[in-house]
């Protein structure tokens, strides 16, 4: 079936059409690698602003925009040690930094080296190391293990290879974090392919030069075959593999996309991992740099596909997939025994020549169908598949959501860090990436600007809030000084800081301003379009308001100033910016509890409410304070129903226990137990449900 040219040149048009529908085009592709270069261009700002020397890069699927939601790609991180320098002449050698010498010899696998200990006040070797992540070779040289890694692993990340892995967390994609050293310059075997590369044909000559100035980095994970593995470091290209990922265009990205659906489909049976995406990543390297650039273009993508399929084949065959800057590293080396070997030849042949009979198989993003609907052999009506607007709001609202998780991430995490610290060292270290943020805006690039824009209104809001809190305790007054950064903070997202804001004129008892703050936000807050985000824990999203989608397909990342509510958070040094009724929950836990935390439980020692029913608690508050009878009971009825209709509440107990202390306001005992109740059926440990319960029980005995 399908041996003629044009019939090869008609499905390769229609298996095209196919990739743009489920939003493998130009236009996403753009907009997620921009997502990612702005999460970690924000990650190290945040890290330079705190003097830690790390820098922050995001490789893999989700960065290149080669990936869909079909393929449930994780998410690859990698982080710098710059603090370290991995060498290879000692002129390289680097006063102030903990210095590696890389080591390449006859003992070292190729795209493996030892790291050898190193002086820090001299360019000589060390000779006084010891412990249990060091070991001296015959030579007498202090090497290195890579074994140290194990030391930062965390209740919830498990080491594969080089990198502490999270999987299946509610509400959250996989990923992969790799710590790394940086080298100072690259190791001369991949410098001598680099150069041997066809400079007239791929990578261009200028692809080449931009890759020669790029970093390299060692990672920490040995060869598996290697005596040595414990030991050994893999040598990491993942820079200039992204040059040129990022050069490709858009026939050589769907080619990938859809190698790694056949990987999965058809090769990797039964969750294998014996052919991973890296492979096939740099198969694609090898025929690009081997077949003519004209070659590359929608109308021959099945030829071309054909062609990435084969020279899989005999790298298999072979037992040898070279990597593509280091020839002599073979990536399938010790990766599947000759059994093996043989069912992956078996598998692989099966599928050459691709044509549309493979492809039919394809149930990833239900490519197989929508290939035989293409192409009239089955029609759409019986099959229930989402059209391509839908494949694009999806991802964009996925895009802008990890973008706020992100933002509200490195915000959260200053918050825990300082939790122990006092009020004025935490106001001083806000201060200070503050002043970074505005520097880094003022000197950088665009997406340094961008970051910087969406990052620093939180910190703005927490700086105003935690003088306010001081000036209340002083004196119960908010000075001008602290009004002026909590406005300064208002356009972080749609809701959060302007409830801080009016929180504060609430506990001060200026409730006309309080009032006035409030209608703003009701007015902001589309409950059609508005979502709720939060960064505190892995919580499960369960739904996706379609206004939310369609704007989020429409406008960049800066759209979460206006369609994103972040949850408002209060750090116990706020304490007295915080009504009496939310101030509970921060003493929600006991000793025990507290002892036997996860590692996504910091946020329970602030208190954390999602924005909108904040904004109906303060609502009725404030109404019944000003003796306004009907606002205060519509604001209740709308608490009550927010409590119960809006399915992305990340923190509906804390919502359900102000409902429940606003009963209690009401005379109405029996609801506001029933309202602790269902908070502790939601959050059982760890819930200042129990505090309200026996208060709310004790009264009405009495």
């Not at 229609?14 to 921009?34: G, H, Q």
């Not at 909590?486 to 506990?507: H, M, Q, T």
């Not at 989020?552 to 949850?567: L, P, R």
């Not at 304070?625 to 809006?646: I, S």
């Amino acid at each position: 079936m399908f041996h003629t040219p044009n019939d090869y040149r008609n499905i390769s048009m229609r298996l095209s059409e196919v990739l743009d529908d489920i939003a493998v085009n130009e236009k996403m592709i753009l907009k997620t690698r921009r997502t990612s270069v702005l999460k970690e261009t924000s990650r190290t700002i945040w890290h330079r602003a705190r003097q830690h020397q790390i820098t922050n890069y995001h490789f893999g699927s989700w960065s290149e925009g080669t990936t869909t939601l079909g393929l449930k790609s994780d998410s690859d991180h990698l982080f710098t040690q710059d603090n370290f320098n991995v060498i290879q002449d000692w002129s390289e050698w680097t006063l102030g930094k903990q210095n590696l010498r890389m080591i390449q010899n006859e003992t070292t696998a190729p795209g493996y080296c030892l790291l050898q200990m190193l002086r820090p006040d001299a360019p000589l070797p060390d000779t006084h190391e010891d412990g249990n992540y060091f070991v001296k070779d015959t030579s007498e040289r202090i090497l290195f293990k890579n074994t140290v890694l194990d030391t930062i692993m965390t209740g919830i990340a498990q080491r594969q290879g080089p990198s502490l892995a999270q999987t299946n967390l509610s509400g959250m994609i996989d990923s992969d974090t790799v710590s790394a050293f940086p080298c100072t310059s690259w190791p001369q075997s991949a410098k001598a392919c680099l150069d041997n590369l066809d400079v007239n044909n791929w990578p261009t000559a200028f692809m080449k030069r931009y890759i020669k100035t790029t970093k390299c980095f060692v990672v920490a994970v040995g060869n598996k075959v290697s005596q040595n593995e414990d030991f050994e470091w893999r040598l990491s290209t993942s820079l200039a593999e992204r040059c040129l990922m990022f050069n490709l265009n858009i026939t050589q990205i769907r080619c990938y996309i859809l190698m790694k659906m056949i990987i999965k489909t058809y090769i990797n049976l039964d969750n294998e991992s014996y052919i991973s995406s890296f492979m096939c990543k740099t198969v694609l390297f090898h025929c690009i740099a081997s077949k003519p650039l004209y070659k590359w273009k929608e109308c021959n993508i099945l030829n071309c596909l054909t062609y990435c399929i084969l020279t899989l084949n005999r790298c298999i065959s072979c037992g040898n997939c070279p990597h593509f800057f280091d020839h002599e590293n073979n990536l399938m080396a010790g990766k599947f025994s000759n059994k093996v070997q043989q069912e992956l030849l078996q598998r692989t042949a099966n599928l050459i020549p691709c044509d549309g009979m493979s492809l039919f198989g394809i149930q990833i993003d239900d490519v197989g169908k929508r290939l035989q609907i293409k192409l009239n052999i089955i029609d759409r009506v019986n099959h229930n598949i989402p059209g391509p607007d839908e494949y694009t709001m999806d991802i964009s609202s996925f895009l802008l959501r990890q973008t706020a998780k992100w933002i509200m991430e490195i915000h959260n995490e200053d918050i825990h860090e300082t939790k122990d610290a006092s009020l004025e060292m935490e106001l001083r270290i806000l201060l200070q990436i503050l002043q970074h943020l505005t520097r880094y805006y003022r000197d950088g690039d665009m997406s340094v600007k961008v970051s910087g824009r969406l990052l620093a209104p939180l910190f703005c809001s927490s700086v105003g809030s935690l003088i306010a809190s001081q000036n209340i305790q002083i004196n119960n007054t908010v000075s001008p000084q602290a009004l002026a950064w909590l406005e300064a903070g208002l356009d972080s997202d749609v809701a959060s800081s302007r409830l801080k804001l009016a929180s504060i004129l609430y506990c001060t008892g200026d409730l006309e301003r309080a009032a006035f703050i409030l209608n703003d936000v009701d007015q902001r807050y589309n409950t059609e379009v508005t979502e709720p985000v939060c960064r505190c824990y892995c919580f499960p999203l369960t739904h996706m308001k379609i206004g939310f989608s369609l704007i989020s397909s429409q406008y960049d990342e800066e759209a979460v100033k206006y369609i994103v509510a972040y949850c408002v958070t209060f750090s116990q040094h706020e304490i007295n910016c915080v009504p009496h009724e939310l101030q509970y929950e921060m003493f929600r836990s006991t000793q025990e509890e507290i002892q036997n935390r996860g590692w996504y439980d910091n946020w329970m020692d602030c208190a954390v409410v999602d924005s909108l029913p904040y904004l109906y608690f303060l609502q009725y508050k404030t109404s019944g304070n000003l003796n306004r009878p009907e606002d205060q009971q519509q604001a209740l009825k709308k608490l009550m129903w927010v409590t119960e209709t809006e399915p992305n509440l990340a923190h509906r107990e804390t919502a359900l226990n102000l409902l429940g202390q606003c009963m209690e306001q009401e005379n109405r005992q029996d609801n506001a137990l029933q309202c602790y109740m269902l908070s502790l059926h939601i959050r059982e440990r760890n819930n200042a449900a129990r505090i309200h319960m026996c208060r709310c029980l004790g009264n009405t005995h009495l």
